[in-house]
């Protein structure tokens, strides 16, 4: 894994309050307390994007050491005058809609779209290995910024390589949705994913999981 600062990033954009890199820091700046240590952690294709220039927003995508630490997560977003929009066994869905403008942030901040992982880890860096694809691999607390060892060049390569394999079927339909990105998926990385599934026939079958 390597670690970066996350400000210092943003901060060398050639204008870090517009586009995407301002979009993202607002949507931080709203965000309750993250820990780089004990969670909860920022992580996904919403930080791929600072890096790969694309101006496309989705969701934002947050991971928890607890289904406690995510109720009492989600309980301070409902104070603050967030929206359940739907929830699932995978994940709380929330629309957040800041009422209050920042001192850093002058135009008023955007709803923007949450969603709350119920799957739970013990760090941040098992929340990386838990991605399929190394171009999933970032996270954050606000501050630090850590990615997998092949993220950022396969980032910058437009590059599909796989990391783990848990959800067979889902990983196929995200090698396809990263295509039409502009990525592209390596005849390594075809044969490295039917291999695993030749070895372990059982994720063809496993649940239909997948974030980003």
Known sequence: MQTLNLNQFIARQTDP??????????????????DIKTGPWLAGGSLR?????SDKESDF????SSELQLQDYKAELLN????????????????????????????P???FKLQLIKIYFSSAEEVLEWFDFTLCQFLTDKE??????????????????LNTLHHAVSS??????????????CDGTIQEL???????????????KYID
């Open 17 to 34: 309050n517009a586009g995407y890199a301002g979009r993202f820091s607002s949507v931080i700046y709203t965000l309750p307390a993250l």
């Open 49 to 53: 994007r600072l890096f790969d220039g």
């Open 61 to 64: 995508d947050l991971f928890f």
């Open 80 to 107: 603050r005058g967030g929206t359940i929009q739907y929830e699932n066994d995978l994940n709380v869905t929330m629309n957040i809609a800041p009422p209050i403008v920042g001192d850093l942030f002058q135009m």
């Open 109 to 111: 901040i955007k709803p």
């Open 144 to 161: 630090t910024l850590m990615v997998g060892d092949y993220t950022l060049y396969d980032t910058a390569s437009k590059r599909v390589r």
């Open 172 to 185: 196929v339909r995200r090698m396809l949705k990263y295509g039409r990105q502009g990525y592209t998926v």
């Open 194 to 208: 039917l291999e695993r599934v030749s070895k372990n026939p059982e994720l063809i079958q496993a649940p239909v």
